[in-house]
């Protein structure tokens, strides 16, 4: 046990060591906001001493108190301290006010920085690792778990270091000014700590529950909010909305579990606090002549007891702070450590690309073993036209996501002009296939910007030359404010045919060599249809095309045809081949797929 929690110890520090480092673009503002809380707790101690001064000096009847003056210097002392204590107060006001918004800006610039990095990293990772975690827990972790690491810096590691040092100063000063008073002021402290490392350990495992819930409940309703067209179509309103009570009640209790631990640590404090007060008191009315304990003395320690037992307090919740920090550093480092990452080591450019496709003995499989394509192998031509059919779950939206490198494949070679695609520049070779996809997805803006995705270098001429020839300007021009029309998220506001026609622009706008289009045309209308089909052709034009075919029609256009069955070519050629050889099986197909 004492291994395990030695071996979670070490992995903490190393994990705010790394947090840590991260402040190193930003090292004069670090050192700076150190630097005034450190100063701000040699000056905490200025006041009380001054204040047991005045006291001292203004108790002080005879000229046998060292502390004794006439009068009018009496008055004239009291007028200096208290300009002087004026003086420490704005000066430990401005500097809070400063190492605020230092410590908050230097929070905010590192939340910045990691999740700039975090972003960047989720942009590069493998499909498989979106198809395996919650869309609502990676947003969790790229804002709510990164949000809560500025907390580090603006109420963890600096003002812990700041809170130590003070507590030392504190306690030197009150054994300087009276050892015997100190140790009766402090009598309590055990105690203390004792109630502090329970709230510690108790909070913290309740700020875990918290963040375990908040990622739940995040994932849940990003889930369901996406999908809340098939949950009222299939009237599971009521279903979902238990499902989410109870995710919310989980929520609820973890929050409550911490509050409770709040409402218990802060009296105990403060009945501690009263009880070391209480102490001081007595003990100054018993031994006052014993120890020469005089007002300004008694003022000083229940003033020190108060700032004593204050940052000790603080202290829990500062470290339960840090520690929460750690643990989604942990959970934020998991997803930047994650190694699901396509290898972009290629070298070669597809400038001239001329298109030939070549599947040479290619096995798959999404998880482990299980293989979606079993020994596939074809070659396209440059500038011919190829459609794949099959059943759901013959492996042909498979071969589209290969072709793109969004997976790697098991065992075989795909070649491209006969070289590896894995030779090629990754983000040339996506930019040099075009693809269309069945679920098209468009983004909360204008037409426009879904068709060029802010890309600079294309202009809103090329943008309506491109509609033209795929024959959708007409389309665009219908709708509101035309290509400045807003589509809602995920296209929303347009039919599923719309879509795709966006889609198609997109495609061609980039001009690629290969095209590739998983054709959905069951659930759209006779004319949308048809501009489908005159969009295929003229992308499909001076260009190797792959279409996954749903209907004859757009099958009769290509050069040949790849009929798939449980991730196997079974049957391969052109129209009229398997036309007179097999045509039951092809139409079998085509009604299951």
Same mark, same amino acid.
């Given at each position: 046990?004492t291994?395990n929690?030695?071996?979670?110890?070490?992995i903490?520090?190393?994990?705010?060591?790394?947090?840590?480092?991260?402040?190193k673009?930003y090292?004069?503002?670090?050192?700076?906001a150190?630097?005034?809380t450190?100063?701000?707790?040699?000056?905490s101690?200025v006041r009380?001493?001054?204040?047991?001064?005045?006291l001292?000096?203004?108790?002080?009847?005879?000229?046998?108190?060292?502390n004794?003056?006439?009068?009018i210097?009496?008055l004239? =002392? *009291? $007028?200096q301290m208290?300009?002087? +204590? #004026? !003086?420490?107060l /704005?000066?430990?006001?401005?500097?809070? =006010? *400063? $190492?605020?918004?230092?410590?908050? +800006? #230097? !929070?905010?610039? /590192?939340?910045?920085?990691?999740?700039k990095e975090?972003?960047?990293?989720?942009?590069? +990772?493998?499909?498989?690792?979106f198809?395996?975690?919650?869309?609502?827990?990676l947003?969790?972790?790229?804002?709510?778990?990164i949000?809560?690491?500025?907390d580090?810096?603006?109420?963890?590691?600096?003002?812990?270091?700041?809170?130590f040092?003070?507590l030392?100063i504190?306690?030197?000063?009150?054994?300087?000014?009276?050892?015997a008073?100190?140790?009766?002021s402090?009598?309590?402290?055990?105690l203390?700590f004792i109630?502090?490392?329970l709230f510690?350990?108790?909070?913290?495992?309740?700020?875990?529950?918290?963040?375990?819930?908040?990622a739940?409940?995040n994932?849940?309703?990003?889930e369901?909010i996406?999908?809340?067209?098939?949950i009222?179509l299939?009237n599971?309103e009521?279903?979902?909305?238990?499902k989410?009570?109870?995710?919310?009640?989980?929520?609820?209790?973890?929050?409550?579990?911490?509050i409770w631990?709040?409402?218990?640590?802060?009296?105990?404090?403060e009945?501690?606090s009263?009880?070391?007060?209480?102490?001081?008191?007595?003990?100054?009315?018993v031994?006052?002549n014993?120890?020469?304990?005089?007002?300004?003395?008694?003022?000083?320690f229940?003033?020190?007891?108060?700032?004593?037992?204050?940052?000790i307090?603080?202290l829990?919740?500062?470290?339960?702070t840090?520690?929460m920090?750690?643990?989604?550093?942990?959970?934020?480092?998991?997803?930047?450590?994650?190694?699901?990452?396509?290898?972009?080591?290629?070298?070669?450019?597809t400038?001239?690309l001329?298109?030939?496709i070549?599947?040479?003995?290619v096995w798959?499989?999404y998880?482990?073993?299980?293989?979606?394509?079993?020994?596939?192998?074809?070659?396209?031509?440059?500038?011919k036209?190829i459609?794949i059919?099959?059943?759901t779950?013959?492996?042909?939206?498979?071969?589209?996501?290969?072709?793109s490198?969004?997976?790697?494949?098991?065992?075989?070679?795909?070649?491209i002009?006969?070289?590896?695609?894995k030779?090629?520049?990754?983000?040339?070779l996506?930019?040099s296939?075009?693809?269309?996809?069945?679920?098209?997805?468009?983004?909360n803006?204008?037409?426009?910007?879904?068709?060029?995705?802010?890309n600079?270098?294309?202009?809103?001429?090329?943008?309506?030359?491109?509609?033209?020839?795929?024959?959708?300007h007409?389309f665009?021009?219908?709708?509101?404010?035309?290509?400045?029309y807003?589509?809602n998220?995920?296209?929303?506001?347009?039919?599923?045919?719309?879509?795709?026609?966006?889609?198609?622009?997109r495609?061609?706008?980039?001009?690629?060599p290969?095209?590739?289009?998983?054709?959905?045309t069951s659930s759209?209308?006779?004319?949308t249809?048809?501009?489908?089909?005159?969009?295929?052709?003229?992308?499909?034009?001076n260009?190797?095309?792959?279409i996954?075919?749903?209907?004859?029609s757009?099958?009769?256009?290509?050069?040949s045809?790849?009929?798939?069955?449980?991730?196997?070519?079974?049957?391969q050629?052109?129209?009229?081949?398997?036309?007179?050889?097999t045509?039951?099986?092809?139409?079998?197909l085509l009604?299951?797929?």
């Amino acid at each position: 046990m004492t291994t395990n929690n030695t071996k979670t110890k070490k992995i903490n520090i190393g994990l705010l060591k790394r947090l840590l480092a991260y402040s190193k673009p930003y090292k004069k503002t670090f050192i700076g906001a150190l630097a005034i809380t450190i100063t701000l707790s040699f000056l905490s101690i200025v006041r009380p001493i001054l204040i047991n001064k005045m006291l001292n000096v203004v108790g002080a009847q005879n000229a046998s108190d060292t502390n004794y003056l006439p009068e009018i210097e009496k008055l004239s =002392f *009291i $007028n200096q301290m208290g300009l002087i +204590l #004026l !003086g420490v107060l /704005i000066i430990e006001a401005v500097l809070q =006010f *400063i $190492n605020i918004n230092i410590t908050n +800006l #230097l !929070g905010q610039n /590192i939340v910045k920085d990691l999740r700039k990095e975090v972003f960047n990293h989720i942009l590069k +990772l493998k499909n498989t690792y979106f198809d395996n975690t919650p869309v609502g827990t990676l947003v969790t972790r790229a804002v709510s778990d990164i949000e809560s690491l500025s907390d580090v810096f603006t109420q963890g590691f600096i003002v812990i270091c700041g809170d130590f040092l003070m507590l030392v100063i504190f306690i030197c000063a009150m054994f300087y000014n009276n050892w015997a008073i100190a140790l009766v002021s402090l009598s309590t402290i055990p105690l203390l700590f004792i109630a502090t490392n329970l709230f510690k350990n108790g909070i913290k495992k309740s700020f875990t529950e918290v963040r375990n819930a908040v990622a739940s409940l995040n994932a849940f309703t990003n889930e369901h909010i996406t999908g809340m067209r098939i949950i009222q179509l299939f009237n599971r309103e009521n279903i979902e909305f238990e499902k989410f009570k109870d995710i919310n009640e989980k929520h609820k209790k973890a929050n409550i579990k911490s509050i409770w631990y709040y409402s218990v640590f802060f009296p105990v404090v403060e009945i501690l606090s009263a009880i070391s007060i209480a102490l001081l008191i007595w003990f100054a009315g018993v031994k006052s002549n014993a120890y020469n304990i005089k007002l300004g003395d008694i003022t000083f320690f229940i003033m020190m007891i108060n700032m004593v037992f204050r940052p000790i307090r603080l202290l829990a919740d500062r470290l339960n702070t840090l520690q929460m920090g750690v643990v989604a550093a942990d959970r934020v480092f998991k997803i930047i450590d994650t190694n699901e990452i396509i290898e972009d080591k290629g070298t070669e450019h597809t400038k001239n690309l001329k298109g030939e496709i070549e599947f040479k003995n290619v096995w798959f499989a999404y998880t482990g073993e299980d293989y979606v394509l079993k020994n596939v192998s074809f070659k396209i031509e440059s500038g011919k036209t190829i459609a794949i059919i099959g059943a759901t779950g013959a492996g042909k939206s498979s071969i589209i996501n290969l072709i793109s490198r969004f997976y790697e494949i098991n065992k075989g070679n795909i070649l491209i002009d006969n070289i590896d695609i894995k030779n090629y520049k990754l983000d040339e070779l996506r930019t040099s296939v075009g693809v269309v996809l069945q679920d098209v997805f468009l983004f909360n803006d204008t037409i426009l910007n879904n068709i060029t995705l802010h890309n600079q270098t294309i202009s809103k001429n090329q943008v309506i030359e491109a509609a033209k020839k795929i024959g959708i300007h007409e389309f665009i021009m219908d709708l509101p404010n035309n290509y400045d029309y807003q589509v809602n998220e995920r296209g929303a506001s347009l039919s599923a045919g719309q879509r795709q026609l966006v889609a198609f622009v997109r495609a061609y706008i980039y001009n690629p060599p290969i095209f590739v289009l998983d054709e959905a045309t069951s659930s759209i209308d006779i004319e949308t249809e048809k501009l489908i089909q005159k969009a295929s052709i003229e992308l499909a034009k001076n260009r190797t095309s792959i279409i996954i075919a749903h209907r004859l029609s757009t099958i009769q256009h290509a050069d040949s045809i790849i009929i798939m069955k449980k991730g196997e070519i079974i049957e391969q050629g052109d129209m009229h081949q398997l036309k007179s050889n097999t045509e039951s099986i092809l139409n079998e197909l085509l009604l299951q797929a």
